[in-house]
C-alpha cells in the first residue's frame, strides 16, 4: 500500500501516563498528534498493588473515537506498546480473571527466592540471557498459585493484551516475551526447562511471533466506526524500550543509549547476545530487539525517584513546580554524597525523601533537610547520582561487549530535563544528543510503516527500513533534527 497516504494510531502504556497517537501524511509529509493522554498509576486494591484494567482500556478507547473523527479517511493500522512483564490472566471468554498485578507488588518478594530455590541464578541466566528482577514475569506467574490462580490459566502481557481486547489473535510478541525471563536465549521459543525447573505451564504461554506480525483486524463496538472498518492490528516492538530504540534515527555501530523515563534503560545494541559471570552479576539483561538484534542493557532507576519525592512533598503541602525546581538546581553545587540510586529499598513506594536520607545517615553524611529549603537540595542530588550512575553502567557495557561507544542517544520524556541532560555529558564524556521526546510512539509508527510495506524477514521487520522511517519520522513530526547536550 502506498503508506504516504495512510493515517495510523499507536498506543503507548506507560506506567504513569498512557497515550493515544495519531499519524497522518500531508503532502507526503508525516504529522504526528499526540490526540489523548491521561493518567496512570498502580492502586492498593485488597492490600496488593495492581492496575485498573478496565480504566486504562475505557481511556484508550476514548483515544481511538477522538482519532476517528480526526481521521475520517480511514486508519489503515494500529500497534500497541508497553511497559513489559505485567500481565492479565484471562478467563473463558477472555475476560480478565482479575485486575493484573503490578510488578512492584511485594508478593514477589517471597516468589523470587522460591523460584531462585528451585533454578539458580547461574542456570536461569545462561538459559535465558535476563537480569534477576523479582518483578519479571517469571516471579510474578509463580507468585499466582498463592492467589489461588490455576498455572493453566491463559496470560498475556499488557500491552497484547489491549490488542487482543480491540479484536487481534492471542500472542506474545517477540521482543516483549523475552523480558518475562522465559523465552530460551538467542531463540524465538519458551524455554521449556524453565518452564519445568520452576512449575509453571508452557501451555498457558501464548505463541511468541516476530515484530510487526498482522494479527488481525478490529472487532466489537470501535469497529462499527468507518475509520475503523478496514484496520489492521499488528504487534510492533511491544515492549515500549524496543519500540524506543527503534524510534532513535542512529546510524553506526558506536552509540549507547539512555531511554529516559520511570525507569532509564541504559544500553547499546548488539548482533548478539552477550552472557558472561560479569554480565549476570552486573545485571545486565539481553533483551529482543527489533530485526534481530539484542537489546544489550541495564534497568537503572529513573524519574520514578523525583516522582516519589514529589508525591511526599505534595502531601506535605508543598507543591512543586517541575521545570523551576530544575532550574533552581542548576545553580546548586555538586552534592557531598552520591546515593545508590538502585537499592532496593528506592525501588518501592513510600516517603521517597526519607529513604534517601537514611541512605546518607547510613554512609556518615547529616540528613538533607526536611521542609521546603531541602527540596532544592535533595533533588540536586538525585540528578548527580543518576548521571553517576548512567556513567558507571556505560563504563561497564564497553569493558563487558568491547564496543567503543562514542555517542549516546537520551530518548524518551526524561530528555527533557536538561540539567541532568549535562550532567550526564559531563560524567561520561561522551558526544550527548536527544531523541524525540516520544521516541517509543515513533518506534511504534516506523515499525507498522515498515510492515505495511512488506519488509519483514526471518527475524521480523527489517531494522533497515525501520530506521529510515524513524528517521523521517523524527525530522518531520517532533523536531526538525537532533538537538546536541552542550557539555
Same mark, same amino acid.
Given at each position: 500500500?502506498?503508506?504516504?497516504?495512510?493515517?495510523?494510531?499507536?498506543?503507548?502504556?506507560?506506567?504513569?501516563?498512557?497515550?493515544?497517537?495519531?499519524?497522518?501524511?500531508?503532502?507526503?509529509?508525516?504529522?504526528?498528534?499526540?490526540?489523548?493522554?491521561?493518567?496512570?498509576?498502580?492502586?492498593?486494591? $485488597?492490600?496488593?498493588?495492581?492496575? /485498573?484494567? @478496565?480504566?486504562?482500556?475505557?481511556?484508550? *478507547?476514548?483515544?481511538? =473515537?477522538? #482519532?476517528? +473523527?480526526?481521521?475520517?479517511?480511514?486508519?489503515?493500522?494500529?500497534?500497541?506498546?508497553?511497559?513489559?512483564?505485567?500481565?492479565?490472566?484471562?478467563?473463558?471468554?477472555?475476560?480478565?480473571?482479575? $485486575?493484573?498485578?503490578?510488578?512492584? /507488588?511485594? @508478593?514477589?518478594?517471597?516468589?523470587?527466592? *522460591?523460584?531462585?530455590? =528451585?533454578? #539458580?541464578? +547461574?542456570?536461569?541466566?545462561?538459559?535465558?540471557?535476563?537480569?534477576?528482577?523479582?518483578?519479571?514475569?517469571?516471579?510474578?506467574?509463580?507468585?499466582?498459585?498463592?492467589?489461588?490462580?490455576?498455572?493453566?490459566?491463559?496470560?498475556?502481557?499488557?500491552?497484547?493484551?489491549?490488542?487482543?481486547?480491540?479484536?487481534?489473535?492471542?500472542?506474545?510478541?517477540?521482543?516483549?516475551?523475552?523480558?518475562?525471563?522465559?523465552?530460551?536465549?538467542?531463540?524465538?521459543?519458551?524455554?521449556?526447562?524453565?518452564?519445568?525447573?520452576?512449575?509453571?505451564?508452557?501451555?498457558?504461554?501464548?505463541?511468541?511471533?516476530?515484530?510487526?506480525?498482522?494479527?488481525?483486524?478490529?472487532?466489537?463496538?470501535?469497529?462499527?466506526?468507518?475509520?475503523?472498518?478496514?484496520?489492521?492490528?499488528?504487534?510492533?516492538?511491544?515492549?515500549?524500550?524496543?519500540?524506543?530504540?527503534?524510534?532513535?534515527?542512529?546510524?553506526?555501530?558506536?552509540?549507547?543509549?539512555?531511554?529516559?523515563?520511570?525507569?532509564?534503560?541504559?544500553?547499546?545494541?548488539?548482533?548478539?547476545?552477550?552472557?558472561?559471570?560479569?554480565?549476570?552479576?552486573?545485571?545486565?539483561?539481553?533483551?529482543?530487539?527489533?530485526?534481530?538484534?539484542?537489546?544489550?542493557?541495564?534497568?537503572?532507576?529513573?524519574?520514578?525517584?523525583?516522582?516519589?519525592?514529589?508525591?511526599?512533598?505534595?502531601?506535605?503541602?508543598?507543591?512543586?513546580?517541575?521545570?523551576?525546581?530544575?532550574?533552581?538546581?542548576?545553580?546548586?553545587?555538586?552534592?557531598?554524597?552520591?546515593?545508590?540510586?538502585?537499592?532496593?529499598?528506592?525501588?518501592?513506594?513510600?516517603?521517597?525523601?526519607?529513604?534517601?536520607?537514611?541512605?546518607?545517615?547510613?554512609?556518615?553524611?547529616?540528613?538533607?533537610?526536611?521542609?521546603?529549603?531541602?527540596?532544592?537540595?535533595?533533588?540536586?542530588?538525585?540528578?548527580?547520582?543518576?548521571?553517576?550512575?548512567?556513567?558507571?553502567?556505560?563504563?561497564?557495557?564497553?569493558?563487558?561487549?568491547?564496543?567503543?561507544?562514542?555517542?549516546?542517544?537520551?530518548?524518551?520524556?526524561?530528555?527533557?530535563?536538561?540539567?541532568?541532560?549535562?550532567?550526564?555529558?559531563?560524567?561520561?564524556?561522551?558526544?550527548?544528543?536527544?531523541?524525540?521526546?516520544?521516541?517509543?510512539?515513533?518506534?511504534?509508527?516506523?515499525?507498522?510503516?515498515?510492515?505495511?510495506?512488506?519488509?519483514?524477514?526471518?527475524?521480523?521487520?527489517?531494522?533497515?527500513?525501520?530506521?529510515?522511517?524513524?528517521?523521517?519520522?523524527?525530522?518531520?513530526?517532533?523536531?526538525?533534527?537532533?538537538?546536541?547536550?552542550?557539555?
Amino acid at each position: 500500500m502506498t503508506v504516504k497516504n495512510s493515517s495510523h494510531i499507536a498506543i503507548d502504556l506507560g506506567a504513569e501516563s498512557c497515550r493515544v497517537s495519531l499519524l497522518r501524511f500531508n503532502n507526503g509529509d508525516p504529522q504526528v498528534q499526540i490526540v489523548h493522554r491521561f493518567p496512570n498509576a498502580p492502586l492498593t486494591k $485488597d492490600e496488593s498493588l495492581r492496575w /485498573d484494567i @478496565r480504566r486504562i482500556y475505557q481511556g484508550i *478507547e476514548h483515544g481511538l =473515537r477522538l #482519532s476517528a +473523527e480526526l481521521a475520517p479517511e480511514g486508519i489503515a493500522s494500529l500497534g500497541v506498546d508497553g511497559w513489559a512483564v505485567d500481565y492479565v490472566r484471562l478467563g473463558p471468554k477472555g475476560d480478565p480473571i482479575s $485486575d493484573p498485578f503490578c510488578y512492584r /507488588d511485594e @508478593r514477589t518478594v517471597e516468589a523470587e527466592r *522460591e523460584v531462585l530455590a =528451585r533454578i #539458580s541464578r +547461574e542456570t536461569l541466566y545462561n538459559l535465558t540471557g535476563i537480569q534477576l528482577f523479582r518483578g519479571n514475569t517469571i516471579h510474578q506467574l509463580y507468585a499466582d498459585s498463592g492467589s489461588g490462580v490455576d498455572q493453566g490459566t491463559p496470560w498475556l502481557n499488557l500491552p497484547e493484551f489491549i490488542t487482543f481486547c480491540l479484536g487481534g489473535k492471542p500472542v506474545s510478541e517477540y521482543t516483549n516475551a523475552t523480558h518475562t525471563q522465559l523465552v530460551g536465549l538467542g531463540t524465538h521459543q519458551w524455554c521449556k526447562d524453565v518452564f519445568d525447573a520452576v512449575g509453571l505451564d508452557i501451555h498457558a504461554a501464548p505463541e511468541i511471533v516476530p515484530t510487526g506480525t498482522f494479527v488481525g483486524g478490529m472487532k466489537g463496538p470501535l469497529a462499527e466506526i468507518t475509520a475503523f472498518r478496514n484496520t489492521q492490528l499488528l504487534v510492533p516492538a511491544c515492549h515500549d524500550t524496543a519500540s524506543a530504540v527503534a524510534g532513535i534515527p542512529a546510524e553506526g555501530d558506536d552509540w549507547a543509549f539512555i531511554s529516559s523515563g520511570t525507569w532509564s534503560l541504559v544500553g547499546t545494541l548488539l548482533n548478539a547476545p552477550c552472557v558472561n559471570d560479569e554480565s549476570r552479576q552486573k545485571s545486565f539483561t539481553n533483551l529482543g530487539g527489533v530485526g534481530g538484534k539484542i537489546c544489550y542493557l541495564k534497568n537503572v532507576n529513573g524519574m520514578w525517584l523525583l516522582r516519589q519525592c514529589l508525591d511526599s512533598w505534595e502531601s506535605q503541602g508543598y507543591k512543586c513546580n517541575l521545570s523551576e525546581l530544575i532550574s533552581e538546581c542548576e545553580s546548586l553545587p555538586a552534592p557531598d554524597y552520591l546515593f545508590d540510586v538502585d537499592a532496593p529499598e528506592l525501588l518501592t513506594q513510600g516517603d521517597m525523601p526519607g529513604k534517601i536520607n537514611a541512605q546518607r545517615q547510613h554512609a556518615g553524611f547529616a540528613p538533607i533537610p526536611e521542609g521546603l529549603a531541602g527540596i532544592p537540595t535533595l533533588s540536586n542530588s538525585i540528578f548527580h547520582s543518576l548521571a553517576a550512575r548512567y556513567a558507571q553502567v556505560l563504563k561497564d557495557i564497553s569493558a563487558l561487549t568491547g564496543k567503543r561507544i562514542v555517542r549516546l542517544y537520551i530518548a524518551g520524556g526524561g530528555s527533557k530535563n536538561m540539567h541532568l541532560n549535562r550532567l550526564t555529558a559531563e560524567r561520561t564524556g561522551l558526544n550527548v544528543l536527544l531523541a524525540s521526546t516520544e521516541s517509543t510512539t515513533l518506534g511504534n509508527f516506523a515499525i507498522q510503516l515498515a510492515s505495511l510495506q512488506g519488509n519483514i524477514g526471518d527475524d521480523g521487520v527489517k531494522l533497515s527500513s525501520v530506521a529510515s522511517w524513524a528517521d523521517i519520522l523524527t525530522k518531520h513530526s517532533y523536531v526538525s533534527s537532533l538537538d546536541r547536550v552542550t557539555k
